[in-house]
């Protein structure tokens, strides 16, 4: 297979872009990434997923499929030769997709709530929001790793990849919000998955530092504020 047959429409600093990465690693598949501009949105995004007009973007030849828990869930179907990413149980994978959709639907939000949140009453409410979001996924880890290293168990899962994108946005709202998050005390499973996760092979040379992550976040919030203004 070529390496242009999988192409990757994406943001470096994109948690969502960085789960297809990840899963891509896992699977061994060689790919070429496609970088998407700020604003405006470039015609190759707006043409081939005008429904959320986000990135990320996979293309395998003339296949498209857009939405970055639903690529990981393609990936893992596509490429059998790999490790598997999502758990063979039925029910465990129920379990996993559960707690994925809980990270998009609540904690990922609420992280982004708070790096643009101005007034500290606001911040001050969204850290306890993360910090209870931190505490339910400890026990969630404690229950889906059954004792081993990661959420999927020996190696990488799905939602290894569905939450280990985040790590680096959330050491992010660390330094900005001068808060301990991942607090070795309260929450001492998750914290070193975390270390254990960020290391791995697959996931090292993905995840963005978080001073590049907070250079990115300054330079795209003044732009967008520039573009409102015009």
């Given at each position: 297979?070529?390496?242009?047959?999988?192409?990757?429409?994406?943001?470096?600093?994109?948690?969502?872009?960085?789960?297809?990465?990840?899963?891509?690693?896992?699977?061994?598949?060689?790919?070429?990434?496609?970088?998407?501009?700020?604003?405006?949105?470039?015609?190759?995004?707006?043409?081939?997923?005008?429904?959320?007009?986000?990135?990320?973007?996979?293309?395998?030849?003339?296949?498209?499929i857009c939405e970055s828990l639903v690529i990981a869930q393609y990936?893992?179907?596509?490429?059998?030769?790999?490790?598997?990413?999502?758990?063979?149980?039925?029910?465990?994978?129920?379990?996993?997709?559960?707690?994925?959709?809980?990270?998009?639907?609540?904690?990922?939000?609420?992280?982004?709530?708070?790096?643009?949140?101005?007034?500290?009453?606001?911040?001050?409410?969204?850290?306890?929001?993360?910090?209870?979001?931190?505490?339910?996924?400890?026990?969630?880890?404690?229950?889906?790793?059954?004792?081993?290293?990661?959420?999927?168990?020996?190696?990488?899962?799905?939602?290894?990849?569905?939450?280990?994108?985040?790590?680096?946005?959330?050491?992010?709202?660390?330094?900005?919000?001068?808060?301990?998050?991942?607090?070795?005390?309260?929450?001492?499973?998750?914290?070193?998955?975390?270390?254990?996760?960020?290391?791995?092979?697959?996931?090292?040379?993905?995840?963005?530092?978080?001073?590049?992550?907070?250079?990115?976040?300054?330079?795209?919030?003044?732009?967008?504020?520039?573009?409102?203004?015009?």
């Open positions: 297979m070529a390496k242009s047959d999988v192409k990757l429409l994406g943001v470096w600093a994109s948690p969502y872009v960085n789960r297809v990465q990840i899963a891509l690693n896992v699977k061994s598949v060689d790919y070429e990434f496609v970088e998407e501009r700020f604003l405006p949105k470039s015609e190759l995004l707006l043409s081939f997923n005008p429904v959320h007009k986000k990135v990320p973007v996979f293309f395998y030849g003339d296949k498209t990936i893992d179907e596509e490429w059998t030769n790999g490790p598997s990413i999502l758990p063979s149980d039925p029910c465990d994978r129920a379990v996993a997709r559960f707690w994925a959709a809980y990270l998009d639907e609540k904690l990922f939000p609420a992280v982004r709530e708070l790096l643009l949140a101005q007034e500290e009453e606001a911040k001050a409410v969204l850290i306890e929001k993360i910090v209870e979001g931190l505490a339910l996924l400890e026990a969630a880890f404690v229950e889906c790793s059954k004792g081993k290293a990661y959420f999927g168990g020996d190696s990488i899962g799905y939602l290894d990849i569905a939450f280990g994108s985040l790590l680096g946005w959330l050491k992010v709202v660390e330094i900005m919000a001068d808060v301990k998050l991942l607090n070795e005390a309260k929450i001492p499973g998750l914290a070193e998955w975390a270390v254990r996760f960020s290391l791995n092979d697959v996931v090292k040379d993905v995840l963005p530092e978080p001073e590049k992550l907070i250079e990115y976040f300054k330079i795209f919030q003044a732009r967008v504020e520039a573009a409102a203004k015009s």
